[in-house]
């Protein structure tokens, strides 16, 4: 099974700040015949289900504000908060999909500082 | 509007069995593969099941084969998980999750409906 680990654990951010989330698979996820990073990230607020905000690495989901971006490709990905807004408290988890069984990282809690 | 509802969840002793259903509404749901994630109290996001479109192609993780089966019923709208021979450890709230590429293998979950707790305990 393909491993996904993130980093840090947590991060505390200022109001307006940019956060930055790590996200490294123990294989590359990148499919050479499309070109594609199977790489998803999700937010999940406390007591709600994961929302998806970003897909193939770096589309952004409808509805999803600008201020999240996702980059990266092969086995390192990152998702950027740009501004960071009391809303953006959360878990955030990234998922690769490129092999089977799809697995998730352990999530990286964002709070306020 | 998308929306997923799960039902069927509760508390069952080791060994036991459990039947969860999800209806789905809003989407051609035989259109879709769908899934089962749950997530252990406190802790991460864990792949379960998946069924495609047409119940043609199935998956599950290692840690619930031979135990859970998925089925649908596109006829209702309905996705189930028979659980047989629960353990401890299968104690998670699970998620119905629609996966919106589909076709033969899972890809990644735009909606998800809001859970229902499994517990596992004597």
């Known amino acids: 099974d393909i491993v996904m680990t993130q980093s840090p654990d947590s991060l505390a951010v200022s109001l307006g700040e940019r956060a930055t989330i790590n996200c490294k698979s123990s294989?590359?996820?990148?499919?050479?015949?499309?070109?594609?990073?199977?790489l998803t990230w999700y937010q999940q607020k406390p007591g709600q289900p994961p929302k998806l905000l970003i897909y193939?690495?770096?589309t952004r989901e409808s509805g999803v504000p600008d201020r999240f971006s996702g980059t990266g490709s092969g086995t390192d990905f990152t998702l950027t908060i740009s501004s960071l807004q009391a809303e953006d408290v959360a878990v955030y988890y990234c998922?690769?999909?490129?092999?089977?069984?799809?697995?998730f990282g352990p999530g990286t809690k964002v709070d306020i500082k | 509007e998308v929306q997923l509802v799960e039902s069927g969840g509760g508390l069952v002793k080791p060994g036991g069995s459990l039947r969860l259903s999800c209806a789905a509404s809003g989407f051609t749901f035989s259109s879709y593969t769908m899934n089962w994630v749950r997530q252990a109290p406190g802790k991460g996001l864990e792949w379960v099941s998946s069924i495609s479109g047409s119940s043609s192609y199935i998956y599950y993780a290692d840690s619930v084969k031979g135990r859970f089966t998925i089925s649908r019923d596109n006829a209702k709208n309905s996705l189930y998980l028979q659980m047989n021979s629960l353990r401890a450890e299968d104690t998670a709230v699970y998620y119905c999750?629609?996966?919106?590429?589909?076709?033969?293998?899972?890809?990644?979950?735009?909606?998800w409906g809001q859970g229902t707790l499994v517990t596992v305990s004597s």
């Open positions: 294989q590359s996820v990148l499919y050479s015949s499309n070109n594609k990073n199977y």
């Open positions: 999750a629609r996966d919106p590429v589909g076709s033969t293998r899972t890809y990644y979950f735009d909606y």
């Open positions: 998922q690769q999909y490129y092999s089977s069984p799809s697995t």
């Open positions: 193939w690495a770096s």
